[in-house]
């Protein structure tokens, strides 16, 4: 054996300098030949094949319109491009191979100028649709006239106003415990008038993704309807109604969620949330209404019509928004134009009828809609209701909008006073001692005074008694309460009557007669709790 030590007389650092430059890869200027891969157009077909697979994934999630005026459309098409130039530089082994990858970066310039093209696109887009340029054309995408309130408001009795806001209602609807099991109920309800009784209704949701693999064959049994006067909450069961559930819905997955199936249904359109809701028959529907960019490529947003989708079958037609309004067998559709749109078309008018730079520096007549809204019934249909206050103030307003959810008709009413909010502490303050809240006012005409309407509730989310405040001044108020007046229809007239002897204190309105405005009780809805869905 051979008891010599090895000679270890070797650089550490020039090893792994040497084994560096076995593996280094040369840098583009060192490159003397840029080397075509063989069999391109293969490999080409490959690159298209796998950008084709990322691409239905990819619209599968993302649902874009094919639609010049989707910004998701540009959006899901840059990243087409990409994942094309990555396949391509994958399949052509440019990761291996310097000289390859000189190659590919040659033959990407025409992806990079699709890519640019686009950018370009939405860029000049955003640029001819900001206010700045536009701000004429934002100004009238809604036309307001003047609404005369004695007589709008005439037939609208406090006795026959929901007594419940979205919160409050939404509260009610998610404590049914029918089907709880399998069953939650959805945040989102929709406040619709069915046969001139004002309603919301809302969808059920899967429990969980189990109950969904559990029930989704059969779909949803049943959807929750709550009369917003007499506080009465029904499940309507759709398969003893109508011989089957709910199949399509925004709580399904797959082809039978309802956007992708709308999606699939009408390619090209801008989808807003679709709204759930009931024809006379109680039949259930999804009512979509389809926007437009009115202003440049992505400005101006309005409503151009509407997609009404049978939510047991799934069957879809589409109606202009002309038919929609005009149509008397189309009159059960209450909301077309969403909330949100209409309060800022209303924004957009309040502070840019004057021109942009008027909006900012001088503000002469800009005004917004106040903080909250709420929904009247009348006419048969939903209307908006905020106040209308100025852009550096919300302390109070000096008017009042609503606007048609159906038809966007919209009416102004000059008539300075208290905000919803400081209305909503004057009920509250007058309570104090029993801890109530308000809910958001419903603006009532009480012998022709403006008159904030408000619930009373406590900490169990349940109607304990009822307000009245005047829009004119807030210090006058009404109120009633379900235990000292032992009935609801008691509270309510127990409300109206300290309102009215408020207002003649304060001289607000001096000839009022309560006999005029007190109601029969055994004639108040929420007294004898009417069964709508008879």
Not at 81 to 110: D, G, P, Q, T, W
Request: aromatic fraction near 12%; proline fraction near 3%; charge should be negative.
């Amino acid at each position: 054996m051979d008891n010599k030590i090895p000679n270890m007389d070797y650089d550490a650092d020039e090893v792994i300098n040497e084994f560096k430059e076995k593996i280094k890869w040369p840098k583009s200027d060192e490159v003397t030949a840029v080397v075509k891969p063989s069999k391109m157009p293969l490999r080409v077909f490959i690159s298209l094949i796998i950008t084709a697979i990322a691409g239905g994934v990819a619209y599968y999630m993302m649902l874009p319109a094919f639609n010049i005026k989707d910004t998701q459309m540009y959006l899901f098409l840059l990243l087409l491009v990409v994942v094309f130039m990555a396949a391509f530089a994958l399949v052509c082994r440019a990761n291996k191979k310097i000289e390859r990858k000189e190659y590919v970066k040659k033959k990407s310039l025409v992806p990079v100028i699709i890519a640019g093209v686009l950018v370009v696109i939405m860029a000049i887009g955003y640029v001819t649709g900001v206010t700045l340029f536009r701000a004429k054309s934002y100004s009238e995408l809604l036309t307001i006239s003047d609404g005369n309130f004695e007589k709008d408001f005439k037939d609208i009795s406090y006795d026959k106003v929901p007594r419940l806001d979205a919160a409050l209602a939404d509260q009610q609807l998610g404590s049914l415990e029918q089907y709880k099991s399998q069953y939650v109920v959805s945040d989102n309800s929709t406040q619709i008038n069915y046969k001139n009784t004002p309603c919301r209704v809302a969808y059920l949701q899967y429990a969980d993704f189990f109950k969904w693999m559990n029930n989704t064959k059969n779909g949803t049994p049943a959807y929750m309807l709550i009369d917003l006067v007499s506080q009465k909450v029904t499940a309507v069961n759709c398969v003893d109604k109508f011989g089957e559930g709910i199949k399509y819905s925004p709580a399904e997955l797959f082809n039978e969620k309802l956007i992708r199936h709308l999606r699939f249904q009408y390619p090209t359109a801008l989808l807003d949330t679709p709204n759930f809701e009931i024809d006379d028959n109680m039949h259930p529907y999804w009512i979509t209404a389809v926007l437009d960019k009115t202003i440049g490529l992505y400005g101006g947003t309005d409503v151009k019509g509407a997609i009404i989708t049978d939510a047991l079958t799934g069957k879809s037609k589409y109606y202009d928004i002309e038919t929609v309004k005009t149509d008397k067998s189309l009159n059960w559709i209450d909301v077309v134009y969403s909330e949100s749109l209409v309060l800022e078309q209303y924004n957009y008018h309040g502070k840019l009828q004057n021109g942009f730079w008027n909006s900012l520096i001088f503000q002469n007549d800009v005004n917004i809609a106040s903080t909250g809204s709420g929904n009247i019934a009348m006419d048969d249909d939903v209307w908006v209701f905020t106040g209308v206050t100025s852009a550096e103030s919300d302390s109070s307003n000096f008017g009042f909008i609503l606007i048609n959810q159906r038809t966007k008709e919209a009416r102004y009413y000059k008539s300075a006073g208290a905000t919803e909010i400081s209305a909503q502490q004057s009920a509250t303050d007058a309570v104090q001692n029993y801890g109530y809240q308000a809910t958001f006012p419903i603006l009532l005409g009480i012998d022709g005074n403006p008159t904030y309407f408000m619930s009373l509730y406590g900490d169990s989310n349940t109607v304990k008694g009822y307000a009245f405040v005047s829009l004119k001044d807030k210090t006058v108020v009404g109120t009633g309460l379900l235990d000292t007046a032992k009935s609801d229809a008691r509270a309510l007239n127990n409300a109206i009557e300290s309102y009215i002897d408020a207002l003649k204190e304060k001289g607000i309105a001096e000839n009022v007669d309560k006999s005029n405005i007190i109601v029969d009780e055994s004639k108040i809805s929420g007294s004898n709790q009417n069964d709508i869905t008879n």
